[in-house]
């Protein structure tokens, strides 16, 4: 799906385009709850909190930098700047997981 077709399917709900992060990030009015709306359902929209959007932002990659998501789980930051403004669809990802010990014995 596009950021437009995102807007129009979420504009009933007051979704406006983020005037700070841009077109590929939505905003909802304090209290809408889509959780269960087909969009999100479907896969077709995805709920993060604003401040997630931010790495992408910030890390601004020119296309062709091969990006590490070393914090992959479950990747929607290093999807941000992967279909957004900064990416593309140009860049490529690796994500790494690893499974450390607990800090502290339960």
């Known amino acids: 799906t596009t ?10 709900l007051g979704a406006t385009v983020d005037p700070v992060l841009g077109p590929t990030v939505l905003l909802l009015p304090a209290g809408a709850d889509v959780h ?3 969009a999100v359902r479907a896969g077709r929209a995805v709920l993060q909190s604003r401040a ?3 790495p992408a ?10 990006v590490v998501d070393a914090c992959a789980a479950p990747g929607n930051k290093t999807r941000n700047w992967q279909v957004g403004r900064v990416g593309g669809e140009r860049g490529s990802e690796q994500k790494m997981r690893a ?4 800090l502290f014995a339960q």
């Open 3 to 12: 950021p437009a077709a995102a807007l129009a399917e979420l504009a009933p």
């Open 57 to 66: 932002l910030a890390l601004a990659p020119e296309p062709g930098w091969a």
């Open 52 to 54: 997630s959007c931010l």
């Open 99 to 102: 499974r450390a010990p607990p």
């Open 36 to 38: 269960a709306h087909p």
